[in-house]
């Protein structure tokens, strides 16, 4: 004997004891549960786990996204956007610097796939994209001798064109001339999400391949020091530029979060089928006793037990079940992640597009992601063992034997 | 936003929650309207069997709800990231008029739940299990309790959207503001520290006087289950208030920063974590005392209600000053190290 809590820790010990022996008896059932319940916790893990590491990549295409982004619309469709707007947009107090940028698609026909070509002031000089990692490739001096425009390349768009230890490539203008490049750097791998499908070159060089006007620009980027008055500018900028459409970071940021969940969300009530599924089969097996195990709940009770205690045998046994397949559903599920790059559901979450970002998303493991695999699955299976534990336990010692 | 993950959970906790009290509920029914321990018929045999189920039941639902309250916090801050203009979850529980009587449905059920989990300790100790028919009174008044629960989370779920602007806790727990929108403002720091301390001193006084008690052999009386009954929850409500408009700002280094729920985040050190659980379990161990009382006066239930007691009283103690440390601290080092005196 001792104090009240070790006896209460002995006795609940002595039960897990007793679970354990029980399930170890009726091995192949609960084996097979087991198996099972990994698979339902393995998929919603992966779909949950997946969209966490999404969210977290995409934190990394935030931070390659100006303070403001001013673009112009015509009849609600988006237009070049005049020069002149630059310095009109610089009379309003709290900006820092105001960017004119090129971008757009370039179809590559040899692969079929489209390449997003972005033009920037400064370049090469500064940053091709603010916070996104590069290698140089060749030096500046090579692309001299060369005398063609400078490009920074995605991976991906290196691989499709097939450049090898080559710098030089040509590109379509649409009168169907070719412009000349010479690639002077790669963007990093593990910025794969933003980059992948990416050539950045001089605004200038840009406008001459899309052959737009020189007094023109796609969009352009407004850096802010102070993001609380990143709103009250994009106000006034909207107010003074006539036409104008002006998107905030915050806004981006809001959106990616809200297409994600959505679609995970999507995803999840797709699932719920599985678990349903599941859940049927959980109930089905803890409801049908076998006559050894009826005769082992009527020895029991003939010794003493009480309904509860048989219940608390029964609700250990679950508790058992759901841990192992718990662990092993959500292990399974981050390696899946981490050395398949989620390769299941990578095509419902990011799209189709021939040039899909190859990305890797970060395994991440929340507290909240945890705690929602948890009530999607543990928990449907403890609820749905109730019951059937409960009719197990009430079996009558004298009936019985 | 009832796609996002996040919701599917609350809602699926919220159902399961439903469907164990449903089940429970009936037993309950049966049980006030037939339970005679006098009696050995069958029914009254099956009925001692299926209170076992109801117990079972209700537990599994009240541990969710605990769950779900967490799950309720975690997805309001989530939320943040998604509408326009919150930027913490104060902001998101009040995008729509649903948000914050929700959470308070949800830590009304989990002081019930501590309640009435209470109740089913006592009684399941005694053989005679004097407090069944309470206990499954207490179970129908729970049962709309979660229906209210389930009610509310799938409104305030259904309305959220993500391109309404909403406020954030700077105006909404700012002192005075000048449109009048405002959950704690215009209460004076000092009146309102003098009230909680008092309160405290009256609470720390009474445990002392009923560990002087039990020491001397004596069982807690009526009157101090009643202060300590009424003295509880207030402390919950001022610990709220307090946290919100006094310490809050602190933690953040910002005066105009008064939110309850950034504390939970990890920029803040998660010291929303140790500060709750230590308020929650301080409170449910102070409305252990009045529970323990009056079960205490049901034939055979004195011996476990009293032992409870024995351990709630120094246990709520313990909790409240864990709670008042780690509540304190901040502003304390801020006073001590900034230089204010």
Redesign the interface.
Known sequence: MGP?YLISLRRQRNLLDFALGSLWRARWKNGGIVVVFSLVIFIIASF?LM?AGLEQASTAVLATVPDITVQRLVAGRQMPVPLWWVEESGAVFGIRSIKPRVWGYYFHETSGANFTIIGVEDFPGGEPLPGVAMQAVSADEQVEENQFSPVVLGQAVHQMLALGDRVNVSLFRPDLTLKGFSVVGLFAPQTGLVTDDLMVMAIDDARDLFALAPHNATDLLISVPNPLEVDTIAQKLMAKLPGSRVITK??I??TY??AF??R???G??CL?GTVAAFVILAWDKAAGLSPEQRREVALLKTLGW???DV?AIR?MESLVVCVVAFLVGTGLAWAHIVFTDGFLFKPLLLGWSVLRPSLSPVPVIR??DV??I???SV??Y??AT??P??RG??IRADATL | ?????????LL??GL?SL??VL?ASFTAVQVIRYWDLEADDNRQIELE?RT??S???VQ?ALV?QM??L??MI?AAD?FA????GAMCATGALTANSFGVPALMVKIVTLFCAAIWLTINRID?SVPTYPLTTAKHWLILTLLPLICLDLGLVTAYLALLR?DIVVSCCGVIFAESTPNGFSLIGLLPTLPLLGCYGALVGVLIWLAIFMRLKMANGKTIGGAEAFVAGLGWPLFYLLSVVVITVIVSPYVYAMPHHRCPFDLLRGSYGWIGYPLYLSLHGAVIAGITIPVTWWSARYPGAADTAQ?IQRRAVPGAMALLLVFLTIAAFKPLMYNILGGQW
């Open positions: 009240g949950r969209v915050a806004q940021g809001k979060n809200a969940g959505w995970s969300g999507f999840m009530i719920i009480q309904t509860g219940m609700f507290f909240d705690l929602i948890f009530v999607m928990v449907p403890l609820a109730i019951v534990a409960w336990a009430m | 936003m009832l796609f996002e993950p996040f919701s599917l959970a699926g906790a399961i469907y164990l089940v069997q076992w189920l117990s079972a039941l599994g969710l769950v779900s967490v799950i975690g989530h990231d998604l509408l326009s399941l993500p032992r």
